[in-house]
Nanobody
Framework: QVQLVESGGGLVQAGDSLRLSCAAS????????MGWFRQAPGKEREFVGG????????YYANSVKGRFTISRDNAKNTVYLQMNSLKPEDTAVYYC?????????????????WGQGTQVTVSS
């Protein structure tokens, strides 16, 4: 069992930065790939990016590539999402999720555990 708690969301202006954190409890965190997803009002939850169990492989959605950076610290059971050059279209609730596997998958059905989400709002 893994429990996830996101933090770091907020209201920012276009061009600003935010760093989201996802703190995990549970012994198997370090064995699992972690993903970040987001859901805007009226839209499907979409894959933002993910990091493999040891941080060796990191993938990003095209919409955030070059602006967002995912990292993890297994000693602290925490995964991070650094978001730079934020745009109004990045406004969404952001979720972290723990995969059933060690390698990153974009399919949300591969993720067993989800956080409660944190709101990110980017004003123009």
């Amino acid at each position: 069992q893994v429990q996830l708690v996101e933090s770091g969301g907020g209201l920012v202006q276009a061009g600003d930065s935010l760093r989201l954190s996802c703190a995990a409890s549970g012994r198997t965190f370090s064995n699992r790939a972690m993903g970040w997803f987001r859901q805007a009002p009226g839209k499907e939850r979409e894959f933002v990016g993910g990091i493999s169990w040891n941080g060796g492989n990191i993938y990003y959605a095209n919409s955030v590539k070059g602006r967002f950076t995912i990292s993890r610290d297994n000693a602290k059971n925490t995964v991070y999402l650094q978001m730079n050059s934020l745009k109004p279209e990045d406004t969404a609730v952001y979720y972290c999720a723990a995969s059933r596997r060690g390698l990153v998958q974009a399919d949300r059905d591969e993720y067993l555990y989800w956080g409660q989400g944190t709101q990110v709002t980017v004003s123009s």
